[in-house]
């Protein structure tokens, strides 16, 4: 495991610095952490001791599967920048904890290779995280590449449609999956005297909620929205016919001085009041942050760079010891909040 001293997931963080070349890990650190982070470790949670725990568990059913924990893999790019086994050790470190990951539009691997390891491994069927493939055309072809390797779910990603975290990636790192590349920057009007990079460039290729209804019909998987902060988004979302949301800011990546992830994730969740499951990202470091969310009302998470200081500092080990990390954590949140299962967390029961 790399080192006997790691108690918890952020002791992977500078073991996976030490690793990292200085523009990788500048580029998996990127954003504002902080502010999710902090928000997440101010919710006061209230023991409730003496409660009978002995048939805890933490199992889900989510979107037609049966999950024995609510802790699932962020889509994210081109791993091997992190380790040279990139998306295949954290496949095979998902399928160990039968935990779901999410395969990124720009893995760097072939989505078929990713989703058989999982298969021979025993784990859950991964999902599939979609980005906009600057039209209906190439994003079909995609959304039908995952749909064929066996991917269980499409999470359509919305909220980089301008990307600022971006590096000068290695020769051996590329998305694979998308190639032909895409000409950037993008149309031939951007660039041209009086148009916007942004407007007529980068936005004149991004999806609106009319794409978003058009991909509904494409596909009988279940949908899920992820970059959803604020409630008239997820009420629009849920009336184009998506089966969940993700309450996420990109880990802080996007656009500076975003609301924090959970107060986002109360306003949402209180507003869409169990019609679809809500999922949650950004910031969560520890098992006590996953409580708080779903004590807030996810369904699930997602945990993001922890896993690839895993990754950079133990390959699949790493990443599989993250994931049990925080499950051990949740677990332990759980038992001294008296919550023997997942919907006594979401009750609000351990929130003082
Ligand atoms: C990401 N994220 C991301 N999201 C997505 O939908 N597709 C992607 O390809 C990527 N790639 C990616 C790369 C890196 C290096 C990072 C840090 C993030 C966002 C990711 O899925 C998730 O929303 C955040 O990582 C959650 O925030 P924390 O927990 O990392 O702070």
């Known amino acids: 495991m ?38 997440l470790k101010q919710i006061v949670l209230l023991p409730r001791p003496l409660v009978d725990c002995r048939a805890g568990h933490t199992r889900l059913s989510l979107l037609g599967q049966t999950l024995s924990h609510p802790l699932l893999l962020a889509p ?20 160990a904890q039968d935990a779901v990951m999410v395969i990124s539009s720009l893995a760097g691997q072939p989505i078929e290779d990713i989703v058989r390891v999982v298969e021979e491994e025993g784990g859950p069927a991964p999902w ?5 493939q600057q039209g209906r055309a190439r994003t079909l072809e995609l959304l039908k590449r995952a749909e064929q390797a066996g991917c269980h779910a499409i999470v359509f990603t919305v909220d980089a449609p301008i990307k600022l975290a971006t590096m000068q990636l290695p020769a051996h790192v590329r998305a694979v999956n998308l190639e032909p590349p895409l000409p950037l920057p993008l149309s031939p009007d951007a660039g041209t005297r009086g148009a916007s990079l942004v ?10 909620w009319d794409d978003l209804r058009w991909l509904r019909e494409q596909t009988s998987l279940p949908l899920l929205l992820k970059g959803v902060l604020h409630a008239g988004d997820a009420e629009l979302a849920i009336s184009s016919g998506v089966d969940g949301l993700i309450v996420s800011n990109h880990g802080g990546r996007v656009l500076g001085g975003a609301v924090h992830s959970l107060d986002a994730l109360s306003a949402v969740s209180a507003h869409v009041a169990g019609r679809v499951p809500v999922l949650f990202d950004s910031g969560v470091r520890d098992g006590r942050d996953a409580y708080v969310a779903l004590a807030k009302g996810a369904t699930a998470v997602l945990l993001g760079r922890p896993l690839m200081w895993g990754l950079a500092a133990s390959g699949a ?6 994931v049990r990390l925080l499950r051990d954590e949740l677990e332990m949140t759980m038992a001294l909040t008296g919550c ?5 967390v979401r009750s609000g029961r351990g929130l003082a």
């Open 76 to 95: 994210m790019a081109y791993q091997q920048l992190f380790h040279e086994h990139g998306e295949i050790a954290t496949a095979m470190a998902a399928s």
């Open 317 to 322: 080990m790493g990443v599989a010891h993250v």
């Open 128 to 132: 599939f995280q979609l980005y906009w």
């Open 340 to 344: 023997v299962n997942l919907d006594e």
């Open 2 to 39: 790399g080192g006997t001293q790691i108690e918890r997931a952020g002791d992977y963080q500078g073991l996976a610095q030490a690793r990292l070349d200085p523009l990788v890990w500048r580029y998996l650190q990127d954003g504002d952490q902080g502010g999710n982070e902090e928000r």
């Open 199 to 208: 407007f007529q460039g980068w936005m004149a290729q991004a999806p609106t």
